[in-house]
């Protein structure tokens, strides 16, 4: 018994992680925590976009030029 309180307290983390993988796999839920972060993603750049048009521009400008 002293052995698997051992194994417990040494992976505990890693068990649970397991755990709420395979619950995420089994029942969908990767699908919309994708969604979520390509949303998220997607905010930031077009907050960063906007913050800074100029900046943008000159660098797309330059990476066409390049290409």
Do not use: C, S
């Not at 417990?8 to 990767?30: C, E, K, P």
Request: a positive charge.
């Amino acid at each position: 018994m002293n052995n698997f309180k051992d194994f417990w307290n040494q992976f505990r983390g890693a068990i649970i992680g397991v755990i709420i993988a395979i619950l995420i796999l089994i029942t969908g839920l990767d699908k919309l925590i994708l969604a979520i972060v390509v949303i998220a993603i997607g905010a930031f750049v077009g907050n960063y976009v906007q913050r800074n048009k100029e900046d943008v521009k000159a660098k797309l400008k330059n990476f066409i030029d390049k290409m």
